[in-house]
């Protein structure tokens, strides 16, 4: 089974400033990796496919790269509606996925 | 617009079974996996298992093979996720989510609105 890792598990930010949250995965995904935001009592959202494809709807301050095992995923200015717990997904297995341990972002 | 419709609230003691469901409208129902994941209180998300309504061929996450069992009405466009007997520890929010492909990728979106299970004597 693919194992999913993400760091830091949680982080403090302030309006305005630029977060990097890293995923590393077990052995080689590609680029199967997806990232979801999920707000207190939301269910997640869709933000990043494919390492690096922006979903329609998302904002263009959020950014995900890598390849392999590890990839990362930018906010480039955060906002107050960004303070959210982000996970990420691989999906390289057929029909069989791993979600990353989130990290949750709140305010400083 | 595509939209998974999931049922409401449950409360159940332990012991009891419990099915519980995930309307699909605004595609092709029977064309997309959906899948199943769980999240505990407090706890991260956990992807359980996925079928795909066209034929009804599910697969499971080794974790909870033999603990749930996932079903779809494709005349209905709907998909279930039922226990035959429910323990405390399956308290937690249920996520259906659409699987979709394009390029060689694949992600789940959009998702469900959740349904929390209870389970308590």
């Known amino acids: 089974d693919i194992q999913m890792t993400q760091s830091p598990s949680s982080l403090s930010a302030s309006v305005g400033d630029r977060v990097t949250i890293t995923c590393r995965a077990s052995?080689?995904?590609?680029?199967?990796l997806n990232w979801y935001q999920q707000k207190p009592g939301k269910a997640p959202k869709l933000l990043i496919y494919a390492a690096s494809s922006l979903q329609s709807g998302v904002p263009s301050r959020f950014s995900g790269s890598g390849s392999g095992t590890d990839f990362t995923l930018t906010i480039s200015s955060l906002q107050p509606e960004d303070f959210a717990t982000y996970y990420c997904?691989?999906?390289?297995?057929?029909?069989?996925?791993?979600f990353g341990p989130g990290t949750k972002v709140d305010i400083k | 617009e595509v939209q998974l419709v999931q049922s409401g609230a449950e409360v159940k003691k332990p012991g009891e079974s419990l099915k519980i469901s995930c309307k699909g409208s605004g595609y092709s129902f029977t064309s997309y996996w959906i899948g199943w994941v769980r999240q505990m209180p407090g706890k991260g998300l956990e992807w359980m298992g996925i079928?795909?309504?066209?034929?009804?061929?599910?697969r499971y996450s080794p974790s909870f093979q033999g603990q749930v069992t996932i079903s779809a009405d494709k005349s209905i466009s709907t998909a279930y996720l039922q226990w035959s007997s429910l323990k405390a520890s399956d308290t937690a929010m249920y996520y259906c989510?659409?699987?979709?492909?394009?390029?060689?990728?694949?992600?789940?979106?959009?998702w469900g609105q959740g349904t929390l299970v209870t389970v308590s004597s």
């Open positions: 052995q080689s995904i590609s680029s199967y």
């Open positions: 989510a659409r699987h979709a492909e394009n390029w060689g990728s694949n992600w789940f979106d959009p």
């Open positions: 997904q691989q999906s390289y297995s057929t029909l069989s996925f791993t």
């Open positions: 079928i795909y309504p066209g034929d009804s061929d599910t």
